[in-house]
């Protein structure tokens, strides 16, 4: 059964880098799309972009200007560097893993979700 | 591309079939896939390419649409099944992922 496991802090300071990992167990991270999405208390879903795991990525033009995904095969983890937050960045974090076949795009597991709340 | 689920939120009772629309800004064919969320929890993948489910999904739920129009419906509502359910489409070119702003199944 793949897992996916999001970690890292769950507060951060305005204008600092958020910064969270993925965690990848029970199956190979090779050739999958690996993605964050987050969620905004009480709003809706937003994608914040994907990488391939060769590493090609694309990211929402609305926040590509400062963020950054990576993978590290050797580690099966994933990454996330979201810069200069402000309070609108807090929001649950979720990575999951999305397949891309003739059928389209669709992710089929997701970690639980970390919550990152962007304060002084 | 825009993704415009209705209604936004409905309220239904136990055994009523529901029907969730979504629909899109351009011709997207059959690249759809539908979530469900509960609260406090990740989303879940229901169906993809529009009309797919997903290995241990109900058979209750079913998805159907092609071009720009989209339907998931619940045949007979469980207890379970109260929760916010999503529509998502990803386009090639640009890449970009799309989510329908959400529809809240609620009891009624």
């Known amino acids: 059964q793949v897992r996916l496991q999001e970690s890292g802090p769950g507060l951060v300071k305005p204008s600092e880098t958020l910064s969270l990992t993925c965690s990848v167990s029970g199956g190979s991270i090779g050739n999958f799309y690996w993605s964050w999405v987050r969620q905004s208390p009480g709003k809706g879903l937003e994608w914040i972009g994907y990488?391939?795991?060769?590493?090609?990525?694309n990211y929402s033009p609305s926040l590509k200007s400062r963020v950054t995904i990576s993978v590290d095969k050797s580690k099966d983890q994933v990454s996330l560097n979201l810069t200069s937050v402000t309070a609108a960045d807090t929001a649950v974090y979720y990575c999951?893993?999305?397949?891309?076949?003739?059928?389209?795009?669709?992710?089929?597991?997701w970690g639980q979700g970390t919550l990152v709340t962007v304060s002084s | 591309i825009q993704l415009t689920q209705s209604p936004s939120s409905l309220s239904a009772s136990v055994g009523d079939r529901v029907t969730i629309t979504c629909r899109a800004s351009q011709v997207i064919s059959q690249f759809l896939a539908w979530y469900q969320q509960k609260p406090g929890k990740a989303p879940n993948l229901l169906i993809y390419g529009a009309s797919t489910l997903r290995s241990g999904v109900p058979s209750r739920f079913s998805g159907t649409g092609f071009g720009t129009e989209f339907t998931l419906t619940i045949a007979s509502l469980q207890p379970e099944d109260f929760a916010t359910y999503y529509c998502q489409h990803h386009d090639t070119f640009p890449p970009a992922l799309t989510f329908g702003g959400g529809t809240k199944v609620e009891i009624k």
């Open positions: 999951a893993r999305a397949d891309f076949d003739s059928t389209g795009y669709y992710e089929d597991y």
């Open positions: 990488i391939y795991y060769s590493g090609n990525t």
